[in-house]
């Protein structure tokens, strides 16, 4: 069987270690804020190249906890995209903010072009997403947030490692938010997430932020820390357990980047099927492939999924309706977004997961080169 991600092969090769120091965690006394956290915390922040940053419960969290930080709630507006997972605009909503939609560009990411229009005095930010391992165009989007006085939160939960112009994602924005879900490219055993910011005033509400709003100098010594919220903050930690598993994985992230890229250049090679759109390349983004998004220009998805089940191949689809057409976010704002629209009803994701045999990639170019 061919599934769209599978953690097991991965597991058996980590399991010694990450045995291990989940037993080393759990005979330390310390199940929050102890060496795990604090040591993948600096890690993260060496390998992103960010100033300042903390580990929170989720990816959502790190976006919902970013537009808190700055302020960012009733009577606002924030842009982003309608492709993109539920959570970047459930954490907009959550936060009493209104949601502007802008439609998307071939390549899947947000239309630089389209923002200035949707643009009015209660904009208060721009959420771009590096969708499925890709890099938005930040300089552009950038320039427009600076024209505006608006501010940038990146959602880079796909996108770890990928680069816009020589520079890592997330560390345009004021902050950049990702996430550990298992299936990411940096994925935990359960949930977690990270925020980074090159302000430290940010850096240090958002530490208050996620712990009921205290103030946290020395989150390693929290029983000196005062009993006292500073601001209305929520808990939005990420356990010991969680911490010790990414200190493991993460000295594997090159590796899982470069084996997803090489994974993708074997559909991008493979793939001869002239209806068949492949991922848009832009030069200047250096791409990590969370998914291999491609489209088919005539034939219904569904049809190809049929066929594929026949062999055994189960294939995803991110994302198979536009968040403007969920039931949730019927009443968001929004014009044009006419490709957001079209691609939607077409797109389907290859496995790109780096434990994938090379043998199985094969077999999906081989039945899909006959569609
Ligand atoms: C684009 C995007 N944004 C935000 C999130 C939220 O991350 P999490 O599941 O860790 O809350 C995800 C993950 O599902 C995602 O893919």
Redesign the pocket.
């Known amino acids: 069987m061919i599934k769209s991600w599978d953690y097991k092969k991965e597991y058996s090769l980590l399991k010694k270690r990450i045995i291990f120091s989940i037993d080393k965690t759990l005979r330390s006394g310390k199940l929050f804020f102890g060496h795990e956290v604090l040591k993948f915390e600096k890690e993260f922040l060496k390998k992103n190249k960010s100033r300042y940053g903390l580990s929170v419960a ?4 790190a ?1 919902y906890l970013s537009l808190k930080a700055l302020n960012i709630g009733k009577n606002d507006e924030v842009i982003t995209v309608a492709n ?2 539920i ?2 605009v459930s954490a907009i909503v959550n936060t009493g903010a209104s949601v502007k939609f802008v439609d998307i560009k071939d390549d899947y990411l947000m239309d630089p072009e389209k923002i200035e229009k949707i643009i009015t005095k209660k904009t208060k930010a721009i959420i771009p ?1 590096h ?1 499925y391992g890709q890099s938005c165009c930040m300089d552009k989007i950038i320039k427009i947030a600076k024209k505006y006085n608006i501010k940038v939160i990146e ?1 880079c ?2 996108a770890q490692g990928a680069l816009f112009n020589k520079k890592k994602v997330g560390n345009f924005g004021v902050t950049g938010c990702f ?3 298992p299936t990411k490219i940096l994925g935990a055993y359960g ?1 977690g ?1 990270f925020i980074t910011t090159n302000d430290k005033r940010i850096f240090k509400k958002l530490r208050r932020l996620r712990f009921y709003g205290m103030e946290q100098l020395d989150p390693s010594k929290w029983w000196n820390n005062k009993y006292f919220a500073v601001d209305n903050g929520t808990n939005s930690r990420l356990s010991e357990i969680q911490g010790a598993i990414l200190n493991v994985k993460i000295k594997s992230l090159d590796n899982y980047i470069k084996r997803r890229r090489e994974i993708a250049e074997m559909y991008d090679k493979g793939l001869k099927n002239p209806n068949l759109i492949k991922p848009i390349k832009k030069k200047g983004k250096f791409h990590v492939y969370h998914l291999y998004v491609v489209a088919h220009k005539n034939i219904n998805r569904d049809i190809i999924f049929k066929k594929l089940k026949k062999f055994n191949i189960f294939l995803g689809v991110q994302y198979p309706y536009p968040l403007h057409k969920m039931l949730a976010y019927k009443n968001s704002s929004y014009k044009d977004l006419r490709v957001t629209e079209k691609y939607s009803k077409k797109i389907f994701s290859l496995p790109t997961y780096p434990t994938i045999e090379n043998s199985k990639i094969k077999k999906i170019i081989k039945l899909l080169n006959k569609i």
Do not use: R
């Open positions: 989720s990816g959502t969290d976006i993109t997972a959570p970047t997403v969708l959602d939960a796909q996430s550990f879900y949930d997430g």
